[in-house]
């Protein structure tokens, strides 16, 4: 393991599987607009980190990206709870590009109402979700290796916390450019009634303010899954002490 990244309800590990190729688990508990275009731009920033090691293609290795996602993704409707996907040639279906992009999506909703899938699996599901639960608290009294997990994840220090909060930040940035567009692109249908031009300045102003506040909501959240005290919390995000109780 090389790191573990908790934001706004994400658990984010980067891993290595047999020292050779690259695998990143990112648990999403909200949807969140371009989900899928996200996804595929971890893929991309693992897989072009490697050329700092190395100026040789050849030696860029596998690199896989599991999503765990508790709630349900529109394009999957109707697929199984776990699904792999490759580049694969469009028309037979049969020829796979390269061996070096693998995706899985687990769905946390459709695994829980399968009634075949392996209740330890969904333990560990819960744990990757929620690691407070209760049924977590009470799964750890029996299964010894979800309590070191538990443990571990409790081990990481305080420095990691405020690196992490950096990390949080840039995330947040993406996160908030993407808040724009979209509260732009509202703006803009809502103002063909009164004018284009009227739309783009409500659609710019309403981007800006939903961003802003999603951007520090987000890292407030990370925040308090980490403990961190409530005043730093305030002093970083600029958020109200009442808004970032209601948050826990």
Do not use: F, H, M, P
């Given at each position: 393991r090389e790191k573990i990244n908790d934001k706004m309800g994400v658990l984010d590990v980067i891993a290595k599987i047999n020292d050779k190729d690259?695998?990143?688990?990112e648990m999403q508990v909200t949807n969140q607009e371009a989900i899928m275009e996200r996804m595929?731009?971890?893929?991309?920033?693992k897989y072009t980190q490697q050329m700092k090691k190395s100026n040789?293609?050849?030696?860029?290795?596998?690199t896989i990206v599991v999503l765990i996602a508790n709630f349900?993704?529109?394009?999957l409707n109707g697929l199984e709870f776990h699904t792999k996907w490759k580049i694969i040639e469009e028309k037979h279906r049969k020829n796979i590009l390269t061996n070096r992009f693998e995706m899985h999506i687990i769905g946390l909703e459709k695994?829980?109402?399968?009634?075949?899938v392996d209740n330890e699996l969904i333990d560990w599901l819960e744990f990757i979700t929620n690691p407070e639960s209760e049924r977590i608290k009470e799964k750890m009294a029996e299964n010894k290796e979800l309590k070191n997990a538990y443990t571990k994840l409790k081990e990481m220090s305080e420095d990691e916390k405020m690196q992490r909060i950096a990390e949080w930040r840039q995330d947040a940035i993406y996160t908030e450019n993407t808040l724009y567009s979209s509260g732009l692109k509202e703006g803009e249908k809502r103002g063909k009634e009164i004018g284009k031009a009227i739309g783009e300045e409500i659609g710019e102003k309403?981007?800006?303010e939903i961003g802003e506040k999603n951007k520090q909501i987000e890292i407030a959240r990370n925040m308090i899954k980490e403990k961190i005290d409530t005043k730093l919390i305030s002093k970083t995000t600029g958020l109200t002490k009442e808004e970032?109780?209601?948050l826990k």
């Open positions: 690259y695998v990143n688990i595929l731009y971890y893929w991309a920033r040789d293609y050849t030696n860029l290795q596998k349900n993704i529109k394009q695994a829980r109402k399968e009634k075949n309403r981007g800006k970032i109780e209601k």
